[in-house]
């Protein structure tokens, strides 16, 4: 729960003070939001990550940040549709009053899932796009004045199995926390004749949607985008 002192601007946390000696720490709380598109027998899935650093008062009187805390709020898997229908989905989503202006997406951009990004833009859903490649690698590729990041799978399952161990990130409560508990145990960690290490995992009911999409959030959540808003909104550097 936040301070009920607190003021929120968008994502900003404001502890508002007439005292013109105190300084002022702007917090943040923000939404990073995995839309993992379905391939062959999978589903879509999204997962939601909060991000946020609230201000307070040390026994000093001064104003600080909290600690960074990531959380994953929400997962859920969306039956198979038309991509239009998809997209209207997940501008409802966006415009959650919930997370609404302080919401940030990124969507699986490979294969199927350009077609449906091209359909984003056109509701005007602000989205980064992911390609999801082998091996541990990042980088970035334009194509037609489009940036598309290539971001190896065992670098995102690594990145956020990490994240769990260290206690960067957490799971939240809500109804699929179980089944985003068995996804992200189910991967397993192998090394190929050439060397190169693979990581598999999947369950019955499909290839770990929603794991896959919260590890594309947490990594949304250190990398740059122009966020998710719906319509116009100025652009975001990095954070």
């Known amino acids: 729960m ?27 709380r923000r939404f990073l939001v995995g839309l993992d598109i379905a391939q062959s027998i999978d589903q879509n899935a999204f997962a939601i990550i909060l991000d946020e650093r609230v201000p307070f008062y040390d026994e000093n009187g001064r104003q600080e940040l909290s600690p960074r805390r990531r959380e994953i709020v929400r997962a859920e898997r969306v039956p198979q549709m038309s991509y239009t229908q998809l997209a209207i989905v997940t501008r409802n989503l966006m415009l959650d009053a919930a997370i609404t202006g302080r919401a ?3 969507v699986d951009a490979g294969g199927p899932g350009r077609a449906f990004c091209d359909l984003l833009n056109m509701k005007n859903v602000q989205h980064t796009r992911m390609q999801i490649v082998g091996g541990e690698n990042e980088g970035e590729t334009r194509e037609r004045g489009t940036t598309f990041n290539n971001v190896g ?11 769990m161990h260290v206690g960067d990130l957490k799971i939240g409560n809500f109804p699929m926390r179980d089944d985003l508990r068995v996804e992200l145990e189910s991967f397993d960690t192998s090394i190929t004749e050439a ?22 959030a947490y990594w949304l959540s250190d990398h740059r985008t122009v966020g998710a808003h719906i319509g116009e909104t100025r652009l975001r550097g990095f954070w």
């Open 104 to 106: 940030h997406l990124v």
């Open 153 to 163: 799978k065992n670098r995102l399952l690594s990145t956020i199995n990490s994240a």
């Open 195 to 216: 060397g190169r290490m693979r990581i598999e995992g999947g369950t019955a009911f499909g290839h770990a949607d929603i794991a896959m999409a919260a590890a594309m």
């Open 2 to 28: 936040l301070d009920s002192n607190i003021v929120t601007r968008g994502e900003a946390l404001i502890l508002p003070n007439p005292d013109p000696a105190i300084i002022i720490k702007p917090g943040y």
